[in-house]
């Protein structure tokens, strides 16, 4: 299995970390801080990720990490768990259907569903 330990945005110096997850769930009322990054950097530093190499190269390139890691578990790592074979195109879709769905309640026909009509309009 590849080997990746994304860190925290305050590890990779992009936060000061004023507030801590720990002070959120247990003192959520007691929070005063302030940031002046806007949705368009958040939404940046989200899809960067915490990958440590992505902090000392361009930002452009900073965004290739991510998809060369969906890449490589796709195209093997995600086979070398038990050894067996699985196409790397299938593979992607099942990421890409469970992504859609990560933070619903989807049942497993609607995410199936999602997995068979790519499939079928081949």
């Given at each position: 299995m590849l080997d990746r330990r994304p860190m925290s945005l305050y590890e990779l110096r992009d936060s000061t970390g004023e507030v801590s997850l720990a002070h959120m769930?247990?003192?959520p009322d007691d929070i005063f801080a302030g940031s002046d990054t806007d949705v368009e950097d958040i939404?940046?530093?989200?899809c960067?990720?915490?990958w440590p190499r992505g902090v000392c190269i361009g930002v452009d390139a900073s965004l290739e990490i991510p998809f060369d890691y969906v890449r490589a578990i796709c195209d093997g790592e995600v086979s070398r768990v038990d050894g067996v074979k699985r196409d790397p195109r299938l593979v992607r879709l099942v990421l890409k259907a469970y992504a859609r769905h990560i933070s619903t309640?989807?049942?497993?026909n609607t995410v199936s569903t999602g997995l068979i009509q790519p499939i079928a309009a081949e």
């Amino acid at each position: 299995m590849l080997d990746r330990r994304p860190m925290s945005l305050y590890e990779l110096r992009d936060s000061t970390g004023e507030v801590s997850l720990a002070h959120m769930l247990t003192a959520p009322d007691d929070i005063f801080a302030g940031s002046d990054t806007d949705v368009e950097d958040i939404a940046w530093l989200c899809c960067r990720g915490g990958w440590p190499r992505g902090v000392c190269i361009g930002v452009d390139a900073s965004l290739e990490i991510p998809f060369d890691y969906v890449r490589a578990i796709c195209d093997g790592e995600v086979s070398r768990v038990d050894g067996v074979k699985r196409d790397p195109r299938l593979v992607r879709l099942v990421l890409k259907a469970y992504a859609r769905h990560i933070s619903t309640t989807a049942t497993y026909n609607t995410v199936s569903t999602g997995l068979i009509q790519p499939i079928a309009a081949e």
